[in-house]
């Protein structure tokens, strides 16, 4: 089996008096599929927030494809190829969804250096890139829309492809389909298959026949603690979460 791509270690994160992860644990391995499930308040965004370098945690270790990203700022964890989808709001609704996506590949063409050798091959590039982008978010047919007048579910997927632009090795997904209509709920569910080809996706979602169903593994929390892990079959007949999910 692959090595992990991602490792955290007895993480650690307080609020005043409050211990929202008590030394929590998480390995995450390339080309998976990785959900997070629990209750209202377990920890699931700050644990995001903590392996994404929102969060500060006070003790543990996170590592990151070979790099210790504990203590890093969040441009450092995006430039080793950790890419958080981006909300709602940041997407600029004034732009049209083609234009939203060209700032995304433009954003990481600036990290890479290209932003001073932009000729007019580099235009064309650019131009097939958001092309390949709104395919694979199902948005062709949308791309000269406002971004701020698509329907949520269209929101969203304009969101995970910003963060694709970035060409990350592993993407965070905080509840994709939250909020979403039944054909979205399809779409979407497709177009997280589809990255398990290219990266390794962690999500929060509480979609669980979804997360049944697309996942390779599943981490359930509680309380700031793991309370299970497994492949999707043997979470099912997880005691505590078939009375908190399965209604049984
Ligand atoms: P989840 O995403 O699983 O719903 P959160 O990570 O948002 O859970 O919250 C975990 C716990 O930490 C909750 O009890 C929440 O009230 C608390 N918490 C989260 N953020 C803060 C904060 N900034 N200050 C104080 N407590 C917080």
Not at 49 to 68: C, E, M, Q, W
Not at 147 to 160: M, P, T, V, Y
Not at 221 to 233: H, L, N, Q, S, V
């Amino acid at each position: 089996m692959a090595e992990p791509l991602l490792v955290a270690e007895a993480i650690d994160v307080r609020f005043g008096d409050f211990q929202a992860l008590s030394g929590f644990s998480l390995s995450v391995r390339p080309g998976t599929i990785h959900a997070l499930i629990g209750p209202n308040g377990a920890g699931k965004t700050t644990l995001f927030n903590a392996l994404t370098g929102v969060r500060r945690p006070s003790g543990g270790r996170i590592v990151f494809d070979g790099h210790t990203v504990t203590r890093a700022p969040v441009h450092r964890r995006i430039h080793y190829g950790m890419s958080r989808s981006f909300q709602v709001t940041a997407l600029f609704a004034g732009l049209t969804v083609a234009e939203n996506l060209r700032l995304a590949v433009q954003a990481r063409e600036a990290g890479e250096g290209w932003v001073f050798w932009r000729g007019p091959g580099r235009r064309a590039d650019i131009r097939a890139e958001v092309g390949e982008l709104l395919a694979r978010i199902g948005l062709s047919d949308r791309a000269d829309e406002r971004a701020g007048g698509l329907s949520h579910g269209a929101q969203r997927s304009l969101e995970i492809g910003m963060a694709l632009a970035g060409r990350p090795k592993m993407i965070f997904l905080d509840e994709p389909l939250a909020g979403m209509g039944i054909d979205d709920v399809h779409r979407t569910k497709d177009l997280i298959l589809s990255l398990r080809a290219q990266m390794a996706v962690l999500l929060i979602e509480h979609n669980m026949s979804v997360v049944l169903d697309i996942s390779d593994r599943i981490t359930v929390m509680a309380r700031g603690r793991k309370i299970a892990e497994d492949a999707p079959a043997g979470i099912r007949l997880h005691p505590e979460v078939r009375a908190a999910y399965l209604g049984s």
